[in-house]
């Protein structure tokens, strides 16, 4: 069963004026485009193309907000380091992410997803730098860890540990195995019940 069987879409957004009211709480989810950020939520939801994933980099160029529970958002971001994006784009989402981040009330942690073959690029330090910025605690998901032997998972996991601050965290995932839901969606939960200092 769902630990979200309310859960639904709300609406998709490409300005800060579009976003639904900055009232209860939200996580955020970013990652590189085709990290696997559709295909974790999906997991930690419990629900099947409740995010739609793609095989096509960058189909997600919308912030997309989806309901979790009443005054429960999750926060889709637009999926950045795809090549084929115009400058004037990239400033686009560059500025809306980082005001996002910065006006935001209700954000409570941020869920970043990254490809444990690719590690940590300088976009993802970027949205560590937002987040940390702003006293937000990150839950990173090294996801696709399907991909990789038992030995290769654990260096990578230490590798990353070691360019976060203390109060983040982080974790191998497979969106296809389902291998670390729990630990993700217990997460989730976690950002969801913190009451950010105001
Ligand atoms: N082997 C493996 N493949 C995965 C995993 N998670 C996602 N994928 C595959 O990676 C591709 C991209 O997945 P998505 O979930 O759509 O990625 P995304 O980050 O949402 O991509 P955009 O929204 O396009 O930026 C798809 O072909 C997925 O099937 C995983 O844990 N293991
Ligand atoms: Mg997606």
């Not at 997803?113 to 987040?131: E, G, S």
């Amino acid at each position: 069963m769902s630990q979200f069987p309310n859960a639904c879409f709300i609406k998709s957004a490409n300005a800060l004026e579009q976003f639904p009211p900055d009232t209860g709480v939200e996580v955020a989810v970013a990652g590189r485009s085709n990290s696997g950020k559709s295909s974790a939520i999906n997991v930690i939801v419990n629900r099947r193309q409740f995010a739609r994933t793609s095989k096509t980099p960058g189909r997600t160029q919308l912030v997309n907000f989806f309901s979790l529970r009443e005054e429960q958002r999750l926060v889709d971001l637009p999926g950045y380091g795809f090549a084929r994006v115009s400058e004037a784009m990239r400033q686009h989402w560059g500025e809306l992410l980082s005001g996002y981040f910065q006006i935001r009330r209700s954000l409570n942690g941020l869920l970043l997803i990254v490809d444990i073959r690719r590690q940590l690029t300088d976009h993802d330090r970027r949205m560590i730098r937002f987040a940390e910025d702003v006293d937000l605690p990150i839950h990173v998901l090294l996801t696709k860890a399907d991909k990789l032997k038992r030995g290769q998972v654990a260096t990578s996991v230490l590798k990353v540990r070691k360019e976060l601050s203390d109060r983040s965290t982080v974790q191998a995932f497979s969106a296809t195995k389902r291998h670390g839901e729990e630990d993700a969606r217990a997460k989730l939960d976690e950002f969801l019940e913190r009451v950010r200092a105001k």
